[in-house]
């Protein structure tokens, strides 16, 4: 990042851009070193929104932490969910029966789709294209009734419990998700013709915030952000958590790691999960609900990390437990904290108008990040 | 799976050829069949039957009394401390209740003590309009639960 | 107690998450670090304990990432990370005293100074005679 | 007493129903652009202030009026106050050059169907729309605050630019007609038989392009683009000026759609002015067809409004001087060489 003068030598304008304003998703505050309309330096000030989610962790019950868990990432609910109840249940060393696994793959994958609609809703919206923002939120409403009638909330759904998962499928379930699979290709293809292809969108993304793969790598960038630069990685097939193994579905990665590639993977993905929640719903066993395991939960004293594929990236628990019902520290490794790291490399040098679309393609939840 | 990176050739620049098949997609849904806003107050939303919304208290539908053997298990089980239990033991030894506050200002909704609940006493009904004057009535005693929240109707 | 752990040697390019915990029977902090190598599609977990008043060694000159992670570890714990370009807090503001991840630290009491402090208000929250759940506390909740 | 009357009497009725009518058309332009993108983003729009929402403008202008007018303490207090009518009145005062109908006689009396007939129409309308962008620039620097600044260069940078390229898409029309009163462009059109639009395609694209860009909207809205300088050069302002420059907006928008009809698709005539069997379309007044074209016109600055992105400040420059510029130029060279070939004006 340079740091020559600015061009007529002025001093640089510190324009911030603050935590109330319109396009930064939450409570972010982004300090700019503007030379001009050029982004000389971004510093990022967070923690607007920090609830103490950890502390809380030691002081409430393992099954008293997982209605908090939602709040974290609140647009993906559901993966916070599971990947906490599965860190559980591996210390336990139980698993969950098969027919909460096939459950929760299903509802994981419905909840992927709405975050990346609700992300690309945002996204587009930033960058000027309006009317994408209230397609996809149509088509996120569609999954927003299946989750009401699932499991009776909308966006903290609180869907799992540890062990397997509390509500048996309400009977119009399996033809509501097969009427929404069956058409949402095709609002993909819809949400592609605005976008894709127009020249516009095109000179707005290509060759923006573009990161390399070594460097997104040593920051530690993860999901659709790190397989923008063509990192072939991802945890569901890395490390096949649930029943990820069963389902066959791949894994869409760029080429250049910038903006427009970042919108083409996320876009594929939306597909993919739609591939997925289509086999899921033909393939779900019978069977019990619940694992059998006593009412008061009591892990064995040590500590243990499992990470899932959240939709903004590795979403990891590392919980110590000392035997007692409280967890001794549940630390939680947020995707988006880390993402954002990204954001001061993407913008340097770019225009003013650039930081609001490297901060849609980061698709960072302000929940997660301030914890 | 590389991503493909689609590009306008020149002739489809010259003609506008991406822009226009954006405006024909928008100017396709302008059908009031496409329509999907709710006008709230005049059409009610339609609430999924497990909907976690205000609490209630029910009442054996034969005898009338109060289901709930006041054993605090939702008290324990709730992580925002909402519930209060108060009993006092009845000759015959056994608990009874007495009074019951819900904070509703603290609640979340997140359906712990409705789980924790061994008779189907306490239950999360389908009440969404919980919007009150005053924090002090957000503690709901026990009269109140059994008669569930009562939605103001808008009227207007 | 210094160590670096080079990159190359394991393959491990990849901090996945860096934490501490704090073991206040022994005075001790325990640092995690968790690596994760593409190649060997494996994760490595290494614990480290420290004394609560040692400094550690930064890894930022090895992985970019531990550049928030270890701001956010002082920011809960109070550990001093030698070699760290710029170690502020991260997402308490400046001026706040304590830390709040340890285990001696009265969360509640601490909240309510502060908010009388600075925004003058008694602030609404219920707080609970006795210490964190350690020393089996009574809960009584003054009747507001 | 007959020039009273001509000279005085009837221009002041005329001016009267011009900017009655157009106070009340933008005031329903704003529920227009409400509507229809609405529906194009499938939902509803107002519908709570009367019926369907008809009433919604005249709420709007009324908490305009009632709202609190904040002035930033250290702001330039005069010239804050004088900005939005800086840009407010040129976009009004254009409309007296504007041609609505054709002249038709009223109770024995031969009225124009405009204000006035200035013979150097077109000039007029160029000259005086440029003015407006004194008052963005005055505006944004009286509220003495970065993101108004940053806006108001901005747009000043953006409209000085296109509105180069504006004048010389004009030129082909005016040479093709020989005249620069517009009431005279459309009686040429008659005469000629075509609208210009058929006989300069590539000028028409080029007038509406640097019309819309002119007026700060739909693709080029950059200056005053929520997502990133918060409202661009207008931020501070608030109740009854902002008011003066939202309508400053409406109006530029119906000036730049008019000036469309007027030189590319023959103000008031109808759709084939000459051709005998078509007779029956004569019934429709005239001023009823410039009124239906300057819809279309309205309606396609929604749609564009709706369906696009919004371009990057500097990609936005890069269309203005290195495509639409040497476009504007090409057309008037050829356009010239077909006149003189074709045997001078019509």
Redesign the interface.
Known sequence: MSTKETLFDASELTVSMGPQHPSTHGVLQVKLKLDGERVIDAECVIGYLHRGVEKLGENQTYGQFVPTLDRMDYIAAVSNCLGYCEAIEKMLGITAPPRAQYIRVLMTELNRITSHLLWLGTHALDIGAMTVFLYAFREREEILKIFENYCGARLTTHMFRIGGTQYELYEGFEDQVRTFIKDFPKKVDEYETLLTQNRIWIGRTRGVGAITAKAAIDIGLTGPALRGSGVNWDIRKAKPYAVYSDFEFDIPTGSTGDTYDRYMVRMEEMRQSARIVSQAVEKIPAGPLMAKLSKIIKPPVGDIYHSIESPKGELGYYIVSDGSTMAYRARVRPPSFVNLQALKQMVAGHMVADVVAVIGTLDIVLGEIDR | ??????D?SFLK?IFF???I???L???S??R?S????E?YPKERAK??????GAPRLNNDPVTGETLCIACNLCAL???E?CIEVGWERDPAGKKALTTYTFDLSRC?????CE?ACPTPCLE?TQEFELSLYGRRDMKLDRQQLEAGVQPLIYTK | MTFLRDASIGQFTYLADETAVHWPKTEEFELVYILYSFEKNQYLRIKTRTKEWEAVQSVVSVWGTANWLEREIYDMFGIKFSGHPDLRRILLPEDWVGFPLRKDYDLRLQDVEWVRKHLGIESGQKYYVGEARHESPDYITPTD | MDFAIDNVLIPLIKIGVVFGALSGVIAYLTLLERKVIAFMQVRLGPMRVGPHGLLQPIADGLKLMLKEDIVPNRADRWIFTLAPVITLVPAFIVFAVIPFGPTVDIFGRKVGLFITDVNIGALYVMAISSIGILGIILGGWASNSKYPLLGALRSAAQMVSYEVALGFSIMGVLMMSGTLSLVGIVEAQRDSHYWYVFLQPLGFILFFICGVAETNRAPFDLPEAESELVAGFHTEYSGFRFSLFFLAEYAAMIVISSMAVTLFWGGWLRPFPNIAALGFLDIIPGIAWFALKVLIFLYVYLWFRASWPRYRYDQLMKVGWQVLMPLAIANLIVTAILVLAFGGAK
């Open positions: 799976m590389i991503v493909k990176r689609p306008l620049k050829y991406d822009l098949k954006g405006l997609l928008t100017f849904y302008q009031p496409e329509n999907y806003t006008q609430v999924a039957e497990r909907f976690r089980a709730c992580p401390h979340m909704f997140c359906g712990l789980d999360l």
